[in-house]
């Protein structure tokens, strides 16, 4: 089966999917990785969130490929090694536009159904279980508050000219683009579950998730 795991940025949901792909012996997907990818990828051609033709080119030539790794995931760019790379904050602050343009989307989405295809994938995004895998066995919307998740930021960067308020209003401006875009928006399927992670830990989030994939297995046979 295939379990997709949506929410908004900084519910943990990367960190929730790999283990939960670990412990069914899945594979895990990040297409936020992928996101992160052609924005690093624009950005070192100077081009702008703003050139959706300029986009479209770049996408349709980029090689990326998802591998396990050290660190959970190797993201591969054109060959090259980007999994540190992705994760900057210029990235970071530009991913949210860059996905918004439609051709990036169509690209990366059909690359996502074609790595699903053969089934038992972890699948984490913005509109996987709306979009890219509306088919998927069992559907988790993974949420916590604006709060507790630019808290998490926080302690993940370790940046003393980062504030906290600052990446609170950095969260609560992507949360708005992401709903807004009219390009696949991040919504909660219809058939999803709704996990609240603000009062559980990681363990707490990936043991609920995995009884709920087990559940619906046996439900299936």
């Known amino acids: 089966m295939n379990v997709a795991i949506d929410g908004p940025a900084g519910a943990?949901?990367?960190?929730?999917?790999?283990?939960?792909?670990?412990?069914?012996?899945?594979?895990?997907?990040?297409?936020?990785?992928?996101?992160?990818?052609?924005?690093?990828?624009?950005?070192?051609?100077?081009?702008?969130?703003?050139?959706?033709?300029?986009?479209?080119a770049l996408v349709a030539d980029l090689h990326i490929r998802l591998m396990p790794g050290e660190q959970g995931q190797t993201v591969l760019l054109n060959?090259?090694?980007?999994?540190?790379?992705?994760?900057?904050?210029?990235?970071?602050?530009?991913?949210?536009?860059?996905?918004?343009?439609?051709?990036v989307r169509i690209r990366l989405v059909e690359l996502q159904r074609e790595?699903?295809?053969?089934?038992?994938?972890?699948?984490?995004?913005?509109?996987?279980?709306?979009?890219?895998?509306p088919d998927a066995e069992l559907k988790v919307f993974l949420t916590a508050s604006v709060g507790i998740r630019a808290l998490r930021r926080f302690k993940e960067l370790k940046d003393d000219s980062i504030t906290l308020e600052q990446l609170e209003q950095e969260i609560a401006e992507r949360d708005a683009s992401d709903e807004k875009r009219s390009i696949s928006p991040l919504i909660r399927a219809q058939d999803a579950i709704v996990v609240d992670s603000s009062e559980l830990t990681i363990d707490q989030v990936?043991?609920?998730?995995?009884?709920l994939s087990r559940t619906k297995m046996a439900e299936a046979k």
């Open 206 to 211: 990936v043991a609920l998730i995995v009884d």
């Open 115 to 133: 790595l699903a295809a053969s089934k038992g994938i972890v699948m984490d995004g913005r509109d996987i279980g709306s979009h890219v895998l």
């Open 12 to 56: 943990g949901k990367s960190t929730v999917a790999r283990k939960v792909a670990e412990q069914l012996g899945y594979v895990y997907i990040d297409t936020g990785a992928m996101y992160r990818a052609v924005t690093l990828a624009a950005n070192r051609a100077g081009i702008t969130s703003d050139d959706t033709e300029a986009l479209s």
């Open 79 to 103: 060959g090259e090694d980007v999994t540190e790379g992705i994760r900057t904050r210029a990235v970071t602050l530009q991913v949210s536009q860059i996905a918004s343009h439609e051709p």
